[in-house]
């Protein structure tokens, strides 16, 4: 059924005669047979198509680089809403439309690569086990406001943006959407911010070295770290796993390709493990050459384009520039601290897990996953900490496994240099809480012990990633 | 200026003595012993994250 054919706002439910079809009949010379089989393999049953819609990003390279060409295209796109049910079109009303809303696709005139700024929502797509980096937008269709939870998504046009910049964009609007502190960043501000790095022609795209996308995220702030396979060897996943884990999404590289990670896959289900690594399976990507949230994990069928965790032979992570501790640097330290204090007859669980957190959101979380802790809870919710912390977390591989708790944590300033003489913040083990009463009051070490703690287990902390 | 009576949690949190540290002349010899453990370790990725930005100019993306 298709309601309001010829107006600006066509309503379309998939039905024996309207299909994926009726909408590309209507979006007439903005898809090629590629990009059809792409949106087809979307299952929705109703959507509406927006024309002459002005998309900022869009309307950026084409100022900037589409209009320049003696032939050019239109300066209007088209905007796809989906919805996971017939609604009301006829009556916008927002509590049902929102219900319904799957989010939304912008097609450019760009083709043979039209598919512009997208924002789905990843219940759309198979991803049982996953946890994943989202952002929230607010969408306005019909005069009705809809908030829309997702990873954005863009893919290259082969003339202004490639590969390298559609993934930095996408990295950049995550930022920009969940933290106010990072401005939205357009297509070709990352063309300028590449150019005063230039190795070739930044327009058309040639491709981006990693080194390349680094400096352009340090002028936007950030502290991005690069990590080569050949130096880090079997840790380097770890590494990458550990800051995906902290909720940063990641670029990959892929021969001749770079896509950015934006959760993991894990199972859980495998007993036995010494760290949380030992059960992730995979990454979720989304390479603009596909569609949002694939899957990059062991396997080289559950990838479209065959790519498998092999493949990845690099990978940049956009660090805050408040955090001087890497990942590797605080798996050392912590590795060698657990090793000394079992020496010295401690207790220490088997299973590690680590991330970099807020200490706000540390204390926050504190409040309720220490309830039947309350020596634990009052030292976190008292005790300063820095804006950043590397967590290790320690555990049983049974309890972890079964109900994803731990019973312990080392917690390690990540804005110390990993050379600063340190033994980490807080030390909490079965049974024991030692800290640095030092570092609360900006003075020397000064180590205290914390009495009468309990062996009692309590949930993971979960702050970074939402689980699917 | 010594942060002796300075704590962040009330007395009953005072103890210096724990298994770890059993005084603070301990703790710094733990410490130093901890760091020339880290050290060599710590210094060689430094030189891994060096190779690893000079990788990262060669290999392009597109």
Request: contains cysteine.
């Given at each position: 059924m298709i309601k309001d054919e010829t107006s600006i706002l066509s309503y379309v439910v998939f039905d024996e005669i309207d299909s994926w079809e009726t909408v590309f009949r209507l979006c007439?010379?903005?898809?090629?047979d590629c990009s059809k089989k792409r949106l087809q393999q979307i299952n929705v049953p109703s959507v509406i198509v927006e024309k002459q819609y002005i998309d900022k990003d869009y309307r950026n390279t084409f100022s900037k680089f589409h209009s320049k060409k003696f032939v050019t295209p239109t300066a209007r796109c088209i905007r796809l809403h989906l919805f996971t049910k017939d609604i009301d079109f006829e009556n916008p009303e927002t509590i049902q439309w929102e219900s319904a809303y799957a989010g939304y696709i912008i097609l450019r005139p760009?083709?043979?690569?039209?598919?512009?700024r997208t924002l789905l929502k990843p219940?759309?797509?198979?991803?049982?086990g996953s946890y994943l980096c989202l952002c929230t937008e607010k969408v306005m269709v019909n005069g009705v406001g809809m908030k829309i939870q997702g990873f954005p998504f863009i893919s290259q046009d082969t003339d202004a943006t490639v590969c390298a910049q559609s993934s930095l964009w996408m990295l950049l609007r995550f930022f920009s959407n969940r933290y106010r502190w990072y401005k939205e960043t357009y297509p070709s501000d990352l063309t300028s911010l590449v150019k005063s790095h230039?190795?070739?022609?930044?327009m058309p795209g040639a491709g981006l070295t990693m080194m390349q996308m680094a400096d352009a995220l340090r002028d936007l702030g950030f502290a991005p770290l690069l990590y080569d396979k050949n130096e880090y060897k079997v840790d380097f996943l770890k590494f990458a796993y550990a800051y995906m884990e902290s909720g940063f999404p990641l670029l990959l590289g892929l021969p001749q390709h770079v896509v950015v990670a934006i959760g993991h896959l894990s199972d859980f289900?495998?007993?036995?493990?010494?760290?949380?690594?030992?059960?992730f399976k995979g990454f979720i990507i989304n390479d603009d050459n596909g569609l949002p949230y694939a899957k990059l994990s062991d396997n080289k069928s559950d990838n479209i384009f065959s790519y498998?965790?092999?493949?990845?032979?690099s990978f940049l992570v956009p660090l805050p520039d408040k955090v001087f501790l890497s990942a590797e640097q605080f798996d050392t330290l912590v590795t060698q601290l657990l090793k000394l204090l079992q020496n010295d007859g401690n207790k220490i669980p088997v299973l590690k897990r680590m991330f970099l957190t807020t200490g706000r959101s540390f204390r926050k979380k504190a409040l309720e996953r220490y309830g039947h802790l309350p020596e634990v809870r009052s030292f976190y919710l008292k005790n300063p900490l820095p804006h950043f912390i590397w967590v290790c977390e320690v555990s049983e591989p049974d309890i972890y496994s079964k109900s994803l708790q731990c019973t312990g944590e080392i917690i390690w300033d990540a804005t110390r240099n990993a050379f600063d003489s340190h033994l980490g913040l807080a030390i909490h083990l079965p049974e024991v809480l030692i800290f640095d009463n030092g570092a609360a009051w900006n003075m020397r070490e000064d180590y205290r012990q914390i009495e009468g703690v309990k062996e009692i287990p309590y949930k993971i902390y979960n702050n970074n990633l939402e689980e699917v | 200026m010594s942060n002796e009576n300075n704590l962040v949690l009330p007395e009953q949190y005072a103890h210096r003595v724990t298994p770890f540290f059993a005084s603070q002349e301990d703790f710094y010899k733990n410490r130093d012993e901890f760091y020339s453990k880290v050290k060599p370790e710590l210094e060689e990725l430094n030189e891994k994250r060096r190779r690893s930005e000079e990788a990262a100019q060669i290999k392009r993306y597109r």
């Amino acid at each position: 059924m298709i309601k309001d054919e010829t107006s600006i706002l066509s309503y379309v439910v998939f039905d024996e005669i309207d299909s994926w079809e009726t909408v590309f009949r209507l979006c007439s010379g903005f898809l090629t047979d590629c990009s059809k089989k792409r949106l087809q393999q979307i299952n929705v049953p109703s959507v509406i198509v927006e024309k002459q819609y002005i998309d900022k990003d869009y309307r950026n390279t084409f100022s900037k680089f589409h209009s320049k060409k003696f032939v050019t295209p239109t300066a209007r796109c088209i905007r796809l809403h989906l919805f996971t049910k017939d609604i009301d079109f006829e009556n916008p009303e927002t509590i049902q439309w929102e219900s319904a809303y799957a989010g939304y696709i912008i097609l450019r005139p760009t083709l043979p690569n039209s598919i512009g700024r997208t924002l789905l929502k990843p219940d759309l797509f198979n991803l049982k086990g996953s946890y994943l980096c989202l952002c929230t937008e607010k969408v306005m269709v019909n005069g009705v406001g809809m908030k829309i939870q997702g990873f954005p998504f863009i893919s290259q046009d082969t003339d202004a943006t490639v590969c390298a910049q559609s993934s930095l964009w996408m990295l950049l609007r995550f930022f920009s959407n969940r933290y106010r502190w990072y401005k939205e960043t357009y297509p070709s501000d990352l063309t300028s911010l590449v150019k005063s790095h230039p190795q070739g022609r930044s327009m058309p795209g040639a491709g981006l070295t990693m080194m390349q996308m680094a400096d352009a995220l340090r002028d936007l702030g950030f502290a991005p770290l690069l990590y080569d396979k050949n130096e880090y060897k079997v840790d380097f996943l770890k590494f990458a796993y550990a800051y995906m884990e902290s909720g940063f999404p990641l670029l990959l590289g892929l021969p001749q390709h770079v896509v950015v990670a934006i959760g993991h896959l894990s199972d859980f289900s495998a007993p036995g493990k010494v760290s949380s690594f030992d059960y992730f399976k995979g990454f979720i990507i989304n390479d603009d050459n596909g569609l949002p949230y694939a899957k990059l994990s062991d396997n080289k069928s559950d990838n479209i384009f065959s790519y498998d965790l092999s493949s990845i032979d690099s990978f940049l992570v956009p660090l805050p520039d408040k955090v001087f501790l890497s990942a590797e640097q605080f798996d050392t330290l912590v590795t060698q601290l657990l090793k000394l204090l079992q020496n010295d007859g401690n207790k220490i669980p088997v299973l590690k897990r680590m991330f970099l957190t807020t200490g706000r959101s540390f204390r926050k979380k504190a409040l309720e996953r220490y309830g039947h802790l309350p020596e634990v809870r009052s030292f976190y919710l008292k005790n300063p900490l820095p804006h950043f912390i590397w967590v290790c977390e320690v555990s049983e591989p049974d309890i972890y496994s079964k109900s994803l708790q731990c019973t312990g944590e080392i917690i390690w300033d990540a804005t110390r240099n990993a050379f600063d003489s340190h033994l980490g913040l807080a030390i909490h083990l079965p049974e024991v809480l030692i800290f640095d009463n030092g570092a609360a009051w900006n003075m020397r070490e000064d180590y205290r012990q914390i009495e009468g703690v309990k062996e009692i287990p309590y949930k993971i902390y979960n702050n970074n990633l939402e689980e699917v | 200026m010594s942060n002796e009576n300075n704590l962040v949690l009330p007395e009953q949190y005072a103890h210096r003595v724990t298994p770890f540290f059993a005084s603070q002349e301990d703790f710094y010899k733990n410490r130093d012993e901890f760091y020339s453990k880290v050290k060599p370790e710590l210094e060689e990725l430094n030189e891994k994250r060096r190779r690893s930005e000079e990788a990262a100019q060669i290999k392009r993306y597109r």
